[in-house]
């Protein structure tokens, strides 16, 4: 079984650019989560999918970032215009429920460099 | 808002020492505690979650709502033990949102 697909695993952009980032789940997973950890911080909370529905966005940091999951598949997030502290690594992860013992399985994480 | 404490970036121990990585939460009510490990050019994996009360690569960590501990504790490390290790804490049956300690670094020395 293929576990949650991120991609690119790298990417260097200059400030102002865009950046498209993709998350596939694994299959039959209808939560998704996004997380990611700037240089010297701690991994935090972006926002969680049920299916194609923001169950939670609270930790998205501000309008720079959108996050889609149309048809309740792949998930993107992008960043417009990228920042120098956006660098850090974005964290795709998914469930297949939100019960206790339920587990979440995570991606290689995206690399996000803005120079 | 709940909150994950590890004081320890970096932990240096020797192979067949015992290793415990520390630790603290806080949180109001009833939270659910993992520990999560990311192996060299690994994907972050869970190591162990306290509802299971398992010992996963002869790991172990109890829950200690008293002292509002999540310890993770091996009697004799191994050089494979070697990794970051993040504890992480949810609250209990509701969405899976994760809160994260900023992680500990461990190396086991030959």
């Known amino acids: 079984e293929a576990g949650v697909t991120q991609f690119p695993s790298h990417s260097v952009i200059e400030k102002g650019q865009t950046v498209t980032l993709r998350c596939d789940p694994i299959?039959?997973?209808?939560?998704l989560y996004w997380y990611r950890r700037v240089m010297g911080k701690e991994i935090k909370f972006l926002l969680h999918?049920?299916?194609?529905?923001?169950?939670?966005e609270s930790g998205m940091p501000n309008n720079r970032f959108l996050a889609e999951r149309t048809g309740g598949t792949y998930s993107t997030l992008k960043v417009q215009p990228a920042e120098l502290e956006d660098s850090g690594v974005y964290f795709c992860a998914s469930s297949q429920s939100q019960g206790a013992g339920n587990t979440i399985y995570f991606g290689e994480g995206s690399w996000l460099t803005v120079v | 808002a709940q909150r994950v404490t590890q004081p320890e970036k970096l932990l240096s121990v020797f192979k067949g020492a015992p290793v415990e990585l520390k630790c603290n939460y806080s949180?109001?009510?009833?939270?659910?505690l993992f520990w999560y490990v990311q192996y060299s050019r690994q994907r972050l994996q869970l190591l162990l979650r306290?509802?299971s009360r398992e010992s996963i690569k002869g790991f172990t960590a109890d829950l200690n709502k008293g002292e509002t501990s999540f310890h993770l504790k091996k009697p004799f490390a191994q050089e494979e033990d070697s990794a970051m290790y993040y504890c992480a804490l949810s609250v209990y049956g509701s969405a899976r949102q994760l809160t994260f300690g900023s992680g500990t670094q461990l190396t086991v020395l030959p």
């Open positions: 999918f049920v299916k194609e529905s923001k169950q939670d």
């Open positions: 949180y109001s009510g009833s939270p659910e």
């Open positions: 306290h509802i």
């Open positions: 299959s039959g997973h209808d939560n």
